[in-house]
């Protein structure tokens, strides 16, 4: 089994900073790529940010500037530095990573963590 643990969120105002940590543990054999989506009420869940192994990253064009994806793999963590928080970023933020088994090294699944929620207002 495989568990991804998000902390982190809460409120802020407009402007605001706020750090998510997602840290992923089990019967890991290897972590691909990992990444944060967000779902705010009614709406579809959509991707926040994304970070290879290597450390490539890809970002929403609606965080680019403002948002920072990055992980430890020694920590089997990735990080979302949010800055500059705005009321459109209020959502339930979650956790995905790309993750091999040690029972199923071939196989690679997707696991989501439990979300976290950020609320951005004044």
């Known amino acids: 089994q495989v568990q991804l643990v998000e902390s982190g969120g809460g409120l802020v105002q407009p402007g605001g900073s706020l750090r998510l940590s997602c840290a992923a543990s089990?019967?890991?054999?290897?972590?691909?790529?990992m990444g944060w989506y967000r779902q705010a009420p009614g709406k579809q869940r959509e991707l926040v940010a994304t970070i290879t192994s290597s450390g490539s990253t890809n970002y929403a064009d609606s965080v680019k500037g403002r948002f920072t994806i990055s992980r430890d793999n020694a920590k089997n963590t990735v990080y979302l530095q949010m800055n500059s928080l705005k009321p459109e970023d209020t959502a339930v933020y979650y956790c995905?990573?790309?993750?091999?088994?040690?029972?199923?090294?071939?196989?690679?699944?997707?696991?989501w963590g439990q979300g976290t929620q950020v609320t951005v207002s004044s």
């Open positions: 089990g019967s890991i054999f290897s972590i691909y790529a």
């Open positions: 995905n990573a790309v993750i091999t088994t040690v029972q199923v090294m071939s196989l690679k699944l997707d696991y």
